[in-house]
């Protein structure tokens, strides 16, 4: 143990104070502990009871999955728990999940009549949880696969889209060979999702449980374009799935952003889902976050949970504009997180190679609704830069597409309705697809979409 | 604050709400502690007779929880008092002593003999206590024994009885009512003839209110088996405004006192018993819930109540709704209702939509429009039946409004569709 986290002589913490340990053991226990603990029968039923079982509910349709959510609810009023969670994986087998990271506030909450009546919504994630976290605890495997059609299809990207499509494709009857360029399935679930909302090696058993159904031959460390090519796939298999995820991140393009202290918001948050032991994390004292979309809130609270004394993000617009939700503005609000609007970085001024230093400049918008410099700014100590400006999808892997182009469209792969690609054979879903909402849930969605629609094509062409 | 005193086949109370003869009357301890939180009277535990007492099981209650609200209906298969005659009547004794001014009622059952009766009578009669009710109503267990409702069911012993105990006392006696029979006016016409002071109704309805599906018992159960019971609490309420309405409107048992029995919870119910007849209540149910407390909200409730309505004592409320108790005969089949959505007050559930579409008149249209949900009422298709307001979570959100048909008065006794019609006069 070093001496006590930010007690340290002034000379010392003036500049780069970035340290791993400082909090105990109990902190970081408590910190990265289940933010929203799971109810219990009493509270579910409790809850349950709230739900007025709606006609065609909005909720359901307030659902990128369309889950039946009364009909949910109402099980579990019964205690027919399995049934209940039958009713939700049958829509989306990510529910546990989805139950956890879902922006419910935005979704089949804010749908809910109660929050009409009441203001105060039914807190439908937190059944969900209920009922599918009863299901996955007794190990139970509601879905059966149809007879065996012969037919063998390629999901690239074993995240919710990836491994959603594999397991309706399966359910279907398909064989499913999925390729994973990391060393974990899972995607974001396992690497980006914020620890505390996806805790006890959640996303490992809930992989564990959708790949449970069998027929799916899972490979990780096979990366598109350097372990296996579409073409390759295309040729191999009568059917491709491509959830690839995002690769890339934006650069805030300023001079220094190579400096020491300034990081990549989502590779530090994949450090810190892998590391087993928090408080061998290092973390700024002082901690800056670019942003305004919930990998920025993600990065900050994470900071202070790690024992950050300082941690602020600035958004070049207001609140409003912000990608992450006002649920989770509060959440960072109360998290002990300041958020300043209006403001955006002009420049990293460090030390000896270290960041001591991010200036900002306010911004406004002009008549014409464009985002400009309003005049004036301020300057903030720093430890730590966190960008969070947003992920983009990377093309490359695709391969030159010289001979039959797969179109892009917003810089993301074009997908219609049904989620295939403008190249036959091929489908994708999840965020590498354009006009996606960057959601689990709708990820998916877009993996159950592309399998429903790949089951049509193959039967069609058998 | 309106005169709340009660005055009840000459027993007297400062208030109608009396505790029934239940657990909650079968000690002095529980009788001063609901005297102390302001009951106006109580009828204690039945009696049985001198000798050794009769012997309880466990478990005793069995209940039914409805979206979350505990002990909707409550049944119990506890017998009379468990406790020795002269214990009972010396407590009684010097209960009336130390609270002269509250209604301290004594039910009895003891067996089908005028000796017994005569008996229990002289000893019960010494206590000073206001009256005797005669348990003519416990539909399990005793009922095997000849008592309680076996004698309820007959109106030719509840006649019998009712005399000797009328010949064999100078208190006031009140006969308490089983809802089992197919028609309470037998039993309350019985009891009036055999010279009754009043009745007091209902007591429990026969039931079983659960089956244990690991054990497939009954509940409550009892080391594996279980046994029908007596059934209360909330949900009986209807069945005994009923029953209670049914005697208050017979020309035959006018003027006989009505104490009202059933569901009652608060001072509203109590008030809906008054309005058809009763002239006092008794609540257990919703005293083993939350405790004696709740007789505050329903002496201040019906205070509050009968000052707003200008009701300045209970004479002016019991019996009030009685003449508005006819038969489905003489209903006014001109009178027209349409349901009516305020739409500032909908929150979009479709309930209203899917109960009439699914099971009703499909009256109720489901729009939408821009991306909302709306409900409107078709006024053609709609019968005026009530069920979408009944269903419908926001309170005063549907309305059921009248349509001015501009038709006079017609019941069925004079409708053409009637082959049995009166002739027009």
Same mark, same amino acid.
């Not at chain 1, 999940?97 to 439908?124: D, F, H, M, W």
């Not at chain 1, 993301?412 to 960057?438: H, M, N, P």
């Not at chain 1, 159950?448 to 058998?462: E, N, P, Q, V």
């Not at chain 2, 019906?302 to 009030?320: C, F, P, Q, T, Y």
């Given at each position: 143990?070093?001496?006590?986290?930010?007690?340290?002589?002034?000379?010392?913490?003036?500049?780069?104070?970035?340290?791993?340990?400082?909090?105990?053991?109990?902190?970081?226990?408590?910190?990265?502990?289940?933010?929203?603990?799971?109810?219990?029968?009493?509270?579910?039923?409790?809850?349950?009871?709230?739900?007025?079982?709606?006609?065609?509910?909005?909720?359901?349709?307030?659902?990128?999955?369309?889950?039946?959510?009364?009909?949910?609810?109402?099980?579990?009023?019964?205690?027919?728990?399995?049934?209940?969670?039958?009713?939700?994986?049958? @829509?989306?087998?990510?529910?546990?999940?989805?139950?956890?990271?879902?922006?419910?506030?935005?979704?089949?909450?804010?749908?809910?009549?109660?929050?009409?009546?009441?203001?105060?919504?039914?807190?439908?994630?937190?059944?969900?949880?209920?009922?599918?976290?009863?299901?996955?605890?007794?190990?139970?495997?509601?879905?059966?696969?149809?007879?065996?059609?012969?037919?063998?299809?390629?999901?690239?990207?074993?995240?919710?889209?990836?491994?959603?499509?594999?397991?309706?494709?399966?359910?279907?009857?398909?064989?499913?060979?999925?390729?994973?360029?990391?060393?974990?399935?899972?995607?974001?679930?396992?690497?980006?999702?914020?620890?505390?909302?996806?805790?006890?090696?959640?996303? @490992?058993?809930?992989?564990?449980?959708?790949?449970? #159904?069998?027929?799916?031959?899972?490979?990780?460390?096979?990366?598109?374009?350097?372990?296996?090519?579409?073409?390759?796939?295309?040729?191999?298999?009568?059917?491709?799935?491509?959830?690839?995820?995002?690769?890339?991140?934006?650069?805030?393009?300023?001079?220094?952003?190579?400096?020491?202290?300034?990081?990549?918001?989502?590779?530090?948050?994949?450090?810190?889902?892998?590391?087993?032991?928090?408080?061998?994390?290092?973390?700024?004292?002082?901690?800056?976050?670019?942003?305004?979309?919930?990998?920025?809130?993600?990065?900050?609270?994470?900071?202070?949970?790690?024992?950050?004394?300082?941690?602020?993000?600035?958004?070049?617009?207001?609140?409003?504009?912000?990608?992450?939700?006002?649920?989770? @503005?509060?959440?960072?609000?109360?998290?002990?997180?300041?958020?300043?609007?209006?403001?955006?970085?002009?420049?990293?001024?460090?030390?000896?190679?270290?960041?001591?230093?991010?200036?900002?400049?306010?911004?406004?918008?002009?008549?014409?609704?464009?985002?400009?410099?309003?005049?004036?700014?301020?300057?903030?100590?720093?430890?730590?830069?966190?960008?969070?400006?947003?992920?983009?999808?990377?093309?490359?892997?695709?391969?030159?597409?010289?001979?039959?182009?797969?179109?892009?469209? @917003?810089?993301?792969?074009?997908?219609?309705?049904?989620?295939?690609?403008?190249?036959?054979?091929?489908?994708?879903?999840?965020?590498?697809?354009?006009?996606?909402?960057?959601?689990?849930?709708?990820?998916?969605?877009?993996?159950?979409?592309?399998? #429903?629609?790949?089951?049509?094509?193959?039967?069609?062409?058998? | 604050?309106?005169?709340?005193?009660?005055?009840?086949?000459?027993?007297?109370?400062?208030?109608?709400?009396?505790?029934?003869?239940?657990?909650?009357?079968?000690?002095?301890?529980?009788?001063?502690?609901?005297?102390?939180?302001?009951?106006?009277?109580?009828?204690?535990?039945?009696?049985?007779?001198?000798?050794?007492?009769?012997?309880?099981?466990?478990?005793?209650? =069995?209940?039914?929880?409805?979206?979350?609200?505990?002990?909707?209906?409550?049944?119990?298969?506890?017998?009379?008092?468990?406790?020795?005659?002269?214990?009972?009547?010396?407590?009684?004794?010097?209960?009336?002593?130390?609270?002269?001014?509250?209604?301290?009622?004594?039910?009895?059952?003891?067996?089908?003999?005028?000796?017994?009766?005569?008996?229990?009578?002289?000893?019960?009669?010494?206590?000073?206590?206001?009256?005797?009710?005669?348990?003519?109503?416990?539909?399990?267990?005793?009922?095997?024994?000849?008592?309680?409702?076996?004698?309820?069911?007959?109106?030719?012993?509840?006649?019998?009885?009712?005399?000797?105990?009328?010949?064999?006392?100078?208190?006031?006696?009140?006969?308490?009512?089983?809802?089992?029979?197919?028609?309470?006016?037998?039993?309350?016409?019985?009891?009036?003839?055999?010279?009754?002071?009043?009745?007091?109704?209902?007591?429990?309805?026969?039931?079983?209110?659960?089956?244990?599906?690991?054990?497939?018992?009954?509940?409550?159960?009892?080391?594996?088996?279980?046994?029908?019971?007596?059934?209360?609490?909330?949900?009986?309420?209807?069945?005994?405004?009923?029953?209670?309405?049914?005697?208050?409107?017979?020309?035959?048992?006018? =003027?006989?006192?009505?104490?009202?029995?059933?569901?009652?919870?608060?001072?509203?119910?109590?008030?809906?018993?008054?309005?058809?007849?009763?002239?006092?209540?008794?609540?257990?149910?919703?005293?083993?819930?939350?405790?004696?407390?709740?007789?505050?909200?329903?002496?201040?409730?019906?205070?509050?109540?009968?000052?707003?309505?200008?009701?300045?004592?209970?004479?002016?409320?019991? =019996?009030?709704?009685?003449?508005?108790?006819?038969?489905?005969?003489?209903?006014?089949?001109?009178?027209?209702?349409?349901?009516?959505?305020?739409?500032?007050?909908?929150?979009?559930?479709?309930?209203?939509?899917?109960?009439?579409?699914?099971?009703?008149?499909?009256?109720?249209?489901?729009?939408?429009?821009?991306?909302?949900?709306?409900?409107?009422?078709?006024?053609?298709?709609?019968?005026?039946?009530?069920?979408?307001?009944?269903?419908?979570?926001?309170?005063?959100?549907?309305?059921?409004?009248?349509?001015?048909?501009?038709?006079?008065?017609?019941?069925?006794?004079?409708?053409?569709?009637?082959?049995?019609?009166?002739?027009?006069?």
């Amino acid at each position: 143990m070093g001496p006590p986290p930010n007690e340290r002589g002034p000379g010392m913490s003036e500049t780069g104070d970035v340290a791993a340990a400082r909090l105990s053991a109990a902190d970081y226990g408590k910190n990265f502990g289940d933010v929203k603990p799971p109810l219990d029968r009493a509270r579910a039923l409790v809850e349950a009871s709230r739900c007025h079982f709606c006609y065609d509910a909005p909720c359901i349709a307030a659902c990128p999955t369309g889950i039946d959510i009364p009909g949910f609810i109402r099980k579990i009023g019964t205690d027919n728990v399995k049934g209940a969670a039958v009713t939700i994986l049958e @829509q989306n087998i990510f529910g546990g999940s989805c139950a956890r990271v879902c922006p419910t506030e935005i979704l089949c909450e804010r749908a809910c009549v109660r929050s009409a009546q009441e203001g105060k919504p039914v807190k439908i994630g937190a059944l969900q949880r209920y009922a599918t976290d009863d299901l996955l605890a007794r190990g139970i495997q509601p879905f059966r696969r149809a007879a065996a059609t012969g037919r063998r299809v390629a999901v690239v990207g074993a995240g919710p889209a990836g491994l959603a499509c594999a397991h309706r494709l399966s359910m279907l009857g398909h064989d499913v060979a999925v390729f994973e360029a990391k060393t974990k399935p899972g995607g974001l679930n396992e690497y980006g999702i914020a620890a505390y909302k996806l805790t006890d090696d959640f996303a @490992q058993r809930e992989v564990a449980y959708v790949l449970s #159904l069998g027929g799916i031959a899972l490979s990780c460390g096979k990366a598109l374009g350097r372990d296996i090519e579409l073409a390759g796939l295309r040729r191999d298999y009568d059917a491709v799935f491509l959830g690839l995820g995002l690769g890339g991140v934006n650069a805030l393009g300023l001079d220094g952003e190579a400096m020491k202290g300034v990081e990549d918001a989502v590779a530090y948050i994949e450090r810190l889902r892998q590391a087993p032991d928090k408080a061998k994390l290092p973390v700024g004292r002082r901690v800056v976050v670019i942003g305004g979309g919930n990998t920025a809130i993600d990065a900050a609270v994470q900071s202070k949970r790690l024992g950050a004394e300082d941690v602020t993000i600035v958004y070049r617009r207001g609140p409003e504009q912000m990608s992450a939700t006002a649920h989770e @503005q509060e959440f960072a609000q109360t998290s002990g997180v300041g958020i300043k609007h209006w403001a955006r970085p002009v420049a990293i001024v460090g030390r000896d190679g270290m960041l001591t230093e991010v200036r900002f400049e306010y911004t406004k918008l002009d008549p014409a609704g464009r985002l400009v410099g309003a005049g004036g700014g301020f300057a903030l100590r720093a430890d730590m830069l966190f960008k969070a400006i947003g992920q983009v999808f990377v093309p490359a892997p695709l391969g030159d597409g010289t001979a039959e182009p797969l179109r892009l469209s @917003q810089g993301k792969i074009g997908v219609d309705a049904e989620r295939r690609t403008s190249l036959s054979k091929v489908w994708a879903g999840g965020d590498c697809v354009a006009g996606g909402q960057d959601l689990t849930v709708s990820a998916v969605e877009d993996g159950k979409r592309a399998a #429903l629609s790949i089951d049509r094509a193959l039967r069609k062409g058998a | 604050m309106a005169d709340l005193r009660c005055s009840f086949a000459g027993i007297k109370s400062p208030n109608p709400f009396w505790l029934a003869s239940a657990p909650p009357t079968d000690k002095e301890y529980n009788v001063v502690r609901a005297f102390k939180a302001g009951w106006g009277g109580a009828v204690w535990k039945t009696l049985g007779e001198a000798g050794p007492p009769v012997v309880n099981v466990t478990s005793r209650y =069995g209940a039914i929880e409805v979206g979350g609200q505990r002990m909707v209906g409550f049944n119990n298969i506890e017998l009379i008092t468990d406790r020795p005659l002269e214990v009972n009547l010396r407590e009684i004794k010097q209960v009336k002593r130390d609270w002269p001014d509250r209604a301290l009622v004594v039910s009895l059952m003891v067996p089908c003999a005028e000796d017994a009766w005569k008996t229990i009578l002289a000893v019960v009669e010494d206590t000073g206590c206001d009256g005797v009710e005669l348990n003519f109503g416990c539909p399990h267990g005793m009922s095997e024994r000849g008592m309680g409702s076996a004698v309820g069911q007959v109106p030719e012993y509840i006649e019998m009885v009712t005399r000797w105990c009328k010949q064999h006392t100078r208190m006031p006696v009140l006969v308490k009512l089983t809802p089992n029979v197919t028609n309470i006016l037998g039993p309350a016409r019985a009891a009036r003839r055999g010279g009754a002071d009043a009745v007091s109704l209902i007591n429990t309805v026969n039931s079983i209110t659960n089956v244990d599906l690991d054990r497939m018992a009954p509940m409550p159960t009892v080391d594996g088996k279980g046994t029908h019971g007596g059934y209360c609490g909330p949900a009986v309420k209807p069945i005994a405004l009923f029953m209670v309405a049914e005697i208050a409107r017979d020309p035959e048992c006018a =003027g006989m006192p009505i104490s009202g029995i059933g569901g009652i919870a608060t001072w509203r119910d109590a008030a809906e018993y008054l309005a058809l007849g009763a002239g006092s209540v008794q609540v257990c149910t919703a005293a083993m819930h939350y405790g004696f407390k709740i007789v505050d909200d329903m002496i201040d409730g019906l205070g509050n109540w009968m000052d707003e309505k200008g009701h300045g004592d209970l004479s002016a409320i019991v =019996g009030r709704a009685v003449p508005n108790l006819t038969d489905w005969q003489h209903l006014n089949l001109n009178y027209q209702l349409v349901a009516r959505i305020d739409q500032a007050k909908c929150i979009k559930c479709g309930l209203c939509h899917i109960a009439c579409e699914d099971t009703s008149h499909q009256a109720i249209r489901d729009i939408r429009a821009d991306g909302q949900r709306r409900f409107e009422v078709i006024d053609a298709e709609c019968v005026g039946c009530n069920l979408c307001m009944h269903a419908c979570p926001v309170p005063g959100c549907i309305d059921m409004v009248e349509v001015k048909t501009g038709k006079p008065h017609l019941d069925w006794t004079r409708h053409p569709n009637n082959l049995l019609r009166k002739a027009a006069e």
